[in-house]
């Protein structure tokens, strides 16, 4: 596989053939993993009521990421496609980091490894959610006609719509989560 890389390049990677039909090495195992991981959080969620608001955007996260991975891993298809937005799941390990610190009482938001954390999370946030799915966005809509009459495309494009748009509001909850904690401090002094 190393030299097929080294001989190809990465570009042979991204083209829709391999997006659409292939499947790169570990991918279908890391969207079976993940699919199950998603199934039983959503139901750790619902069953422990781990949710606010009457429509949380986690649980409509969850349920967009397993009607996607379901469907492409029982046909097959568009497996590339979806392990590239497994990258966004990488924020995540920023925003579990967040709720761990600040449950083992590590709530001043002034100490130095709150601020790494939130530079960290900001980081994460802007690179593997929104330049990630808005490439994989551009890149769907640039390949749609290369797609079949199946419901592929239209799943595919929901999906990223539905998931872009929960990013608007995951930005704006990490915003105000950000915001809630510097004020705090300053009440502090």
Known sequence: MKSCLVARGLGPMFEHEELFGGTWFGAYAALCFSCGYFAYDQWDILRFHLYSGWIPSILLHHLILL?????????HVTINYLVLTLVCELHSIFLHMRKVRRMAGFRDSD??????????NWIAFFFAWLACHILITYKLIRDSPKFGK??????ALFGMAGMNLLNVFLGLDLYKAYKRERNQNKHKE
């Open 67 to 75: 009607v996607c991975f379901t469907l492409a891993l029982y046909r």
């Open 150 to 155: 199946g419901v592929e495309l239209p799943l």
């Open 111 to 120: 100490s130095i490894y709150a601020k790494v954390e939130w530079t960290l």
